[in-house]
């Protein structure tokens, strides 16, 4: 495979099999620079995974996981036929023309919303093709190559990933939250509908200004922090 290519102060590692999640985190635990971004191109998934080192308390830096929501949007968006929609859950979930595809998951070290993290890693799992053929008994769950996506090639998926993910980035680091919220707000699913996060349910109504969660029921407004889907250090 030709060598991956990623934007200046990037720096791609091919885990092998191993489970590039753990990996990034067990790099950023060992003191690894910001900007690696572990990878595992399977035939069937992609896995990948990138290790950022915040300069903000946890509750602010985890507007990483829309960022790299709104960057794999606009990646596969480039690269995909014009006809295909891609949505994003509040809790991390991908989907492409309504069923879901994949999932970004964010981890940091420490975990508390007041502290600035040592270090975070947000982690994609993206399907490339369905895990069984009897596609029509999980109807909500789909792969890229079902959609329609068949010329879409991992690796230029994930460096487009990469490199869209980088320019929001940018956009945060110059312009603040405000542009994030406007375009995450354009492709979040579920917008005005019934959720439940733990134990709470409510009308999703929409987020906070640190992407928290408001949902509407009996009870007034309840807000749930971002923080609060944080999957723990492998």
């Not at 507007?63 to 014009?82: D, R, S, W």
Request: net charge negative; charged share 20%.
């Amino acid at each position: 495979m030709t060598p991956l290519s990623f934007p200046p102060l990037f720096t791609g590692e091919d885990t092998r099999g191993e489970d590039p999640l753990h990996f990034a985190c067990a790099r950023a635990q060992a003191g690894c620079d910001a900007g690696l971004v572990a990878y595992d191109l399977r035939a069937d998934v992609l896995h990948a995974a990138l290790v950022f080192a915040p300069e903000v308390p946890l509750r602010k830096a985890a507007i990483m996981l829309p960022i790299c929501g709104i960057g794999f949007q606009n990646a596969l968006g480039a690269l995909a036929p014009p006809e295909i929609a891609v949505h994003l859950d509040w809790t991390g979930g991908i989907r492409i023309n309504g069923g879901t595809a994949g999932l970004l998951k964010m981890v940091a070290s420490p975990a508390s919303p007041d502290q600035v993290p040592d270090w975070m890693v947000v982690g994609l799992e993206l399907a490339l093709w369905p895990a069984s053929a009897e596609t029509g008994n999980t109807p909500d769950v789909t792969a890229l190559i079902s959609e329609g996506c068949g010329d879409v090639e991992a690796p230029a998926l994930l460096e487009a990933w990469v490199r869209h993910t980088l320019v929001w980035i940018n956009r945060w680091s110059e312009d603040g939250p405000r542009a994030i919220h406007s375009e995450w707000s354009g492709l979040v699913h579920g917008l005005e509908k019934e959720a439940q996060v733990r134990d709470i349910a409510g009308v999703f109504k929409g987020v906070d200004e640190d992407f928290g969660m408001i949902l509407h029921n009996d009870d007034g407004n309840q807000i749930i922090p971002i923080t609060d889907i944080l999957t723990e250090v492998p």
